[in-house]
Protein backbone atom coordinates (compact mmCIF):
# COMPACT_ATOMS: atom_id res chain seq x y z
CA UNK A 1 0.00 0.00 0.00
CA UNK A 2 2.50 2.29 0.38
CA UNK A 3 4.85 1.68 -2.11
CA UNK A 4 1.45 2.29 -4.13
CA UNK A 5 1.12 5.63 -2.60
CA UNK A 6 4.53 6.31 -2.95
CA UNK A 7 4.00 5.33 -6.90
CA UNK A 8 1.38 8.07 -7.04
CA UNK A 9 3.91 11.13 -5.74
CA UNK A 10 6.34 9.86 -8.11
CA UNK A 11 3.97 10.06 -11.33
CA UNK A 12 2.85 13.26 -10.03
CA UNK A 13 7.08 14.67 -9.34
CA UNK A 14 7.75 12.98 -13.18
CA UNK A 15 5.14 15.11 -15.01
CA UNK A 16 5.97 18.08 -12.62
CA UNK A 17 9.56 17.74 -13.64
CA UNK A 18 9.44 17.29 -17.37
CA UNK A 19 7.71 20.67 -17.48
CA UNK A 20 9.62 22.96 -15.25
CA UNK A 21 11.76 21.13 -12.77
CA UNK A 22 11.06 21.16 -8.95
CA UNK A 23 10.01 17.18 -8.99
CA UNK A 24 12.49 16.04 -6.67
CA UNK A 25 10.37 18.36 -3.99
CA UNK A 26 7.89 15.76 -4.26
CA UNK A 27 8.92 12.50 -4.83
CA UNK A 28 12.01 12.70 -2.19
CA UNK A 29 10.09 14.01 1.04
CA UNK A 30 7.36 11.51 -0.01
CA UNK A 31 9.93 8.94 0.07
CA UNK A 32 11.38 10.20 3.34
CA UNK A 33 7.95 9.83 4.98
CA UNK A 34 6.33 6.85 3.53
CA UNK A 35 9.74 4.94 3.70
CA UNK A 36 11.28 5.98 6.90
CA UNK A 37 12.96 2.23 7.71
CA UNK A 38 15.68 3.62 4.92
CA UNK A 39 19.12 5.41 5.88
CA UNK A 40 19.82 8.64 4.75
CA UNK A 41 22.12 7.56 1.93
CA UNK A 42 19.82 4.87 0.90
CA UNK A 43 17.02 7.33 0.64
CA UNK A 44 19.29 9.58 -1.86
CA UNK A 45 20.56 6.83 -3.99
CA UNK A 46 16.38 5.24 -4.50
CA UNK A 47 15.03 8.84 -5.22
CA UNK A 48 17.90 9.90 -7.43
CA UNK A 49 17.91 6.58 -9.43
CA UNK A 50 14.09 7.03 -10.47
CA UNK A 51 14.85 10.60 -10.86
CA UNK A 52 17.55 9.46 -13.70
CA UNK A 53 15.13 7.11 -15.52
CA UNK A 54 12.48 9.48 -15.41
CA UNK A 55 14.30 12.33 -16.46
CA UNK A 56 15.99 10.29 -19.08
CA UNK A 57 12.38 9.58 -20.64
CA UNK A 58 11.10 12.87 -21.05
CA UNK A 59 15.23 14.05 -22.36
CA UNK A 60 14.79 11.80 -25.10
CA UNK A 61 11.56 12.77 -26.26
CA UNK A 62 12.46 16.14 -25.83
CA UNK A 63 16.08 14.72 -27.82
CA UNK A 64 13.35 13.47 -30.95
CA UNK A 65 11.39 16.97 -31.25
CA UNK A 66 13.75 19.97 -30.24
CA UNK A 67 16.61 20.25 -32.13
CA UNK A 68 19.91 20.30 -30.19
CA UNK A 69 23.24 22.24 -30.35
CA UNK A 70 25.62 19.64 -29.18
CA UNK A 71 28.87 21.28 -29.51
CA UNK A 72 26.82 24.30 -27.56
CA UNK A 73 26.01 21.89 -24.87
CA UNK A 74 29.43 19.78 -24.44
CA UNK A 75 31.15 22.16 -21.88
CA UNK A 76 27.94 22.24 -19.89
CA UNK A 77 27.56 18.79 -20.36
CA UNK A 78 31.23 17.98 -18.88
CA UNK A 79 31.18 20.69 -15.80
CA UNK A 80 27.49 19.17 -14.90
CA UNK A 81 29.35 15.73 -14.89
CA UNK A 82 32.42 16.73 -12.86
CA UNK A 83 29.80 18.86 -9.94
CA UNK A 84 27.55 16.23 -9.95
CA UNK A 85 30.10 13.63 -8.69
CA UNK A 86 31.39 16.00 -6.75
CA UNK A 87 28.33 16.59 -5.33
CA UNK A 88 27.20 13.03 -4.45
CA UNK A 89 30.85 12.86 -2.93
CA UNK A 90 30.06 15.39 -0.25
CA UNK A 91 26.86 14.45 0.32
CA UNK A 92 27.59 12.82 4.19
CA UNK A 93 29.50 16.28 5.11
CA UNK A 94 26.27 18.53 4.39
CA UNK A 95 23.44 19.78 6.15
CA UNK A 96 21.31 21.18 3.49
CA UNK A 97 19.22 23.47 6.10
CA UNK A 98 22.31 25.55 5.86
CA UNK A 99 21.78 25.89 2.51
CA UNK A 100 18.07 26.35 2.81
CA UNK A 101 17.99 30.22 3.24
CA UNK A 102 20.13 30.54 0.03
CA UNK A 103 17.83 28.69 -2.26
CA UNK A 104 14.98 29.91 -1.07
CA UNK A 105 16.08 34.11 -1.79
CA UNK A 106 17.38 32.61 -5.25
CA UNK A 107 14.20 31.07 -6.24
CA UNK A 108 12.40 34.32 -4.91
CA UNK A 109 14.64 36.39 -7.34
CA UNK A 110 14.27 33.98 -10.22
CA UNK A 111 10.17 34.29 -9.51
CA UNK A 112 10.52 38.12 -9.27
CA UNK A 113 12.65 38.22 -12.52
CA UNK A 114 10.69 35.88 -14.34
CA UNK A 115 6.96 37.44 -13.76
CA UNK A 116 9.17 40.86 -14.30
CA UNK A 117 9.80 40.13 -17.64
CA UNK A 118 6.76 39.43 -19.14
CA UNK A 119 8.55 38.30 -22.45
CA UNK A 120 11.26 36.16 -20.64
CA UNK A 121 11.77 33.08 -22.47
CA UNK A 122 9.00 33.07 -24.91
CA UNK A 123 11.67 33.57 -27.88
CA UNK A 124 14.38 31.47 -28.74
CA UNK A 125 16.98 34.42 -29.62
CA UNK A 126 20.79 32.55 -28.53
CA UNK A 127 22.73 35.15 -27.61
CA UNK A 128 26.09 36.11 -29.80
CA UNK A 129 28.68 35.61 -26.21
CA UNK A 130 32.31 36.04 -26.77
CA UNK A 131 34.16 32.58 -26.11
CA UNK A 132 35.37 33.53 -22.58
CA UNK A 133 31.95 34.53 -21.39
CA UNK A 134 30.60 31.37 -23.39
CA UNK A 135 32.94 28.87 -21.55
CA UNK A 136 32.71 30.83 -18.04
CA UNK A 137 28.76 30.65 -18.15
CA UNK A 138 28.63 27.21 -19.66
CA UNK A 139 31.40 26.07 -17.18
CA UNK A 140 29.50 27.84 -14.05
CA UNK A 141 26.25 26.53 -15.28
CA UNK A 142 27.03 22.93 -15.42
CA UNK A 143 29.24 23.03 -12.47
CA UNK A 144 27.45 24.50 -9.81
CA UNK A 145 24.21 23.10 -10.50
CA UNK A 146 25.66 20.18 -11.51
CA UNK A 147 27.51 19.90 -7.70
CA UNK A 148 24.55 20.81 -6.40
CA UNK A 149 22.02 18.15 -8.05
CA UNK A 150 24.72 15.57 -6.86
CA UNK A 151 24.37 17.25 -3.37
CA UNK A 152 20.84 18.09 -2.52
CA UNK A 153 18.68 18.80 -5.41
CA UNK A 154 15.46 20.22 -5.53
CA UNK A 155 15.07 22.80 -7.99
CA UNK A 156 17.92 21.96 -10.21
CA UNK A 157 15.78 21.49 -13.31
CA UNK A 158 14.10 24.53 -12.81
CA UNK A 159 17.71 26.31 -12.08
CA UNK A 160 19.22 24.53 -15.60
CA UNK A 161 16.07 26.18 -17.02
CA UNK A 162 16.71 29.74 -15.81
CA UNK A 163 20.20 29.40 -16.55
CA UNK A 164 19.39 28.92 -20.38
CA UNK A 165 17.14 31.08 -21.07
CA UNK A 166 19.02 34.18 -18.77
CA UNK A 167 22.12 33.29 -19.98
CA UNK A 168 22.08 32.09 -23.42
CA UNK A 169 18.84 33.58 -24.66
CA UNK A 170 16.73 30.20 -24.87
CA UNK A 171 13.27 30.35 -24.98
CA UNK A 172 11.45 27.61 -22.50
CA UNK A 173 10.62 24.31 -24.78
CA UNK A 174 14.46 24.84 -25.97
CA UNK A 175 15.34 25.51 -22.14
CA UNK A 176 13.49 22.27 -20.70
CA UNK A 177 14.52 20.19 -23.18
CA UNK A 178 18.63 20.94 -22.22
CA UNK A 179 17.57 20.79 -18.60
CA UNK A 180 16.17 17.57 -18.89
CA UNK A 181 19.24 16.35 -20.73
CA UNK A 182 21.31 17.94 -18.30
CA UNK A 183 19.42 16.77 -15.17
CA UNK A 184 20.04 12.99 -16.96
CA UNK A 185 23.62 13.11 -17.01
CA UNK A 186 23.65 14.84 -13.34
CA UNK A 187 21.38 12.18 -12.21
CA UNK A 188 23.77 9.65 -13.85
CA UNK A 189 26.69 10.86 -12.61
CA UNK A 190 25.83 10.97 -9.10
CA UNK A 191 24.13 7.63 -9.23
CA UNK A 192 27.39 6.08 -10.32
CA UNK A 193 28.43 6.62 -7.02
CA UNK A 194 25.70 5.40 -4.64
CA UNK A 195 25.71 2.10 -7.24
CA UNK A 196 29.35 1.50 -6.25
CA UNK A 197 28.42 1.67 -3.06
CA UNK A 198 25.25 -0.28 -3.19
CA UNK A 199 22.74 2.22 -1.39
CA UNK A 200 20.04 1.55 -4.04
CA UNK A 201 17.01 0.01 -2.27
CA UNK A 202 16.01 -1.77 -5.75
CA UNK A 203 12.64 -3.27 -4.71
CA UNK A 204 11.61 0.34 -4.04
CA UNK A 205 13.54 2.17 -6.99
CA UNK A 206 12.12 0.09 -9.66
CA UNK A 207 8.19 0.74 -8.59
CA UNK A 208 9.35 4.33 -8.15
CA UNK A 209 11.08 4.42 -11.39
CA UNK A 210 8.43 2.96 -13.73
CA UNK A 211 5.70 5.96 -12.48
CA UNK A 212 8.13 8.47 -12.51
CA UNK A 213 9.03 7.85 -16.24
CA UNK A 214 5.52 7.77 -17.16
CA UNK A 215 4.71 11.02 -15.06
CA UNK A 216 7.84 12.43 -17.50
CA UNK A 217 6.71 10.52 -20.69
CA UNK A 218 3.03 12.32 -19.98
CA UNK A 219 4.77 15.71 -18.86
CA UNK A 220 7.18 15.95 -21.61
CA UNK A 221 4.42 15.75 -24.09
CA UNK A 222 2.20 18.36 -22.93
CA UNK A 223 5.38 20.68 -23.04
CA UNK A 224 6.10 19.92 -26.54
CA UNK A 225 2.12 20.23 -27.47
CA UNK A 226 1.74 23.51 -25.49
CA UNK A 227 5.03 25.43 -26.05
CA UNK A 228 7.03 27.67 -24.48
CA UNK A 229 4.28 30.12 -23.22
CA UNK A 230 2.41 27.03 -21.42
CA UNK A 231 5.68 25.75 -19.89
CA UNK A 232 6.69 29.42 -18.78
CA UNK A 233 3.28 29.99 -16.47
CA UNK A 234 3.75 26.55 -15.31
CA UNK A 235 7.09 27.56 -14.29
CA UNK A 236 5.75 30.06 -12.72
CA UNK A 237 3.48 28.26 -10.16
CA UNK A 238 6.35 25.41 -9.84
CA UNK A 239 9.28 27.89 -8.42
CA UNK A 240 6.61 29.62 -6.26
CA UNK A 241 5.24 26.19 -5.18
CA UNK A 242 8.81 25.32 -4.29
CA UNK A 243 9.66 28.50 -2.28
CA UNK A 244 6.68 27.81 -0.43
CA UNK A 245 7.48 24.46 0.74
CA UNK A 246 11.04 24.80 0.86
CA UNK A 247 10.31 27.53 3.46
CA UNK A 248 7.62 25.84 5.46
CA UNK A 249 10.43 23.27 5.73
CA UNK A 250 12.93 25.67 6.56
CA UNK A 251 10.75 27.55 9.28
CA UNK A 252 8.72 24.99 10.53
CA UNK A 253 11.47 22.98 13.18
CA UNK A 254 12.19 26.96 14.36
Not at 21 to 50: C, E, H, R, S
Not at 62 to 69: F, H, P, S, T, W
Not at 114 to 120: P, Q
Not at 223 to 247: E, H, M, P, T
Amino acid sequence: MLIALLCCFAFLAGLVDAMAGGGGLIQLPAMFILQPQLTLVQTLATNKTASFFGTSVSAVRYLRRVDMDWRHLAPIIISSLIGSFGGALLVSYIHKEQFMPFIICVLTLVLLYTVLRRNLGLHHNVKALSPFKYYLFAIATGGIIGMYDGMIGPAAGSFFIFAFIVLFGYDFLHASANAKLLNSIANFSALTFFFARGNIVWRIAVPVCTANMLGNYIGSHIALKKGSAFIRIFFIVVVLALILKLSYDYLLPH
